[in-house]
């Protein structure tokens, strides 16, 4: 499987990483939701046999936010500095090199 960000430079490199950080951060959330439900105890009075697994779901389970919160904010800074890109291009006046004063 090629990554979809080979060949690619710059802004559109930044974006297609940091979407894929998103996208998957957002896949592992949901996988560590259904783990929480399915392995750790909502009762203190029956532990149940996986009381250990819920330290480990809960430090991944803020990894995968700390993914996700990292993702959105890097979109965001690189869609800023694409349109800030743009506006600068089309309203620069060419330069006058070469022109007589």
């Known amino acids: 499987m090629k990554a979809f960000w080979i060949g690619t430079t710059g802004l559109s490199r930044a974006a297609a990483i940091l979407a894929t950080v998103l996208l998957i951060s ?13 392995f750790v105890p909502l009762n203190d009075r029956y532990p149940g046999p996986h009381w250990w697994f819920g330290g480990i779901l809960s430090t991944t389970g803020t990894l995968e936010l700390i993914g996700i919160a990292v993702g959105l904010v890097g979109l965001i800074v690189v869609a800023s500095t694409a349109i800030l890109r743009a506006v600068r291009q089309n309203f620069t006046p060419p330069s006058s090199k070469g022109q007589p004063d």
Do not use: K
């Not at 957002?26 to 399915?38: P, S, T």
């Open 26 to 38: 957002l896949g592992m959330c949901g996988v560590n939701y259904v783990a929480f439900i399915r």
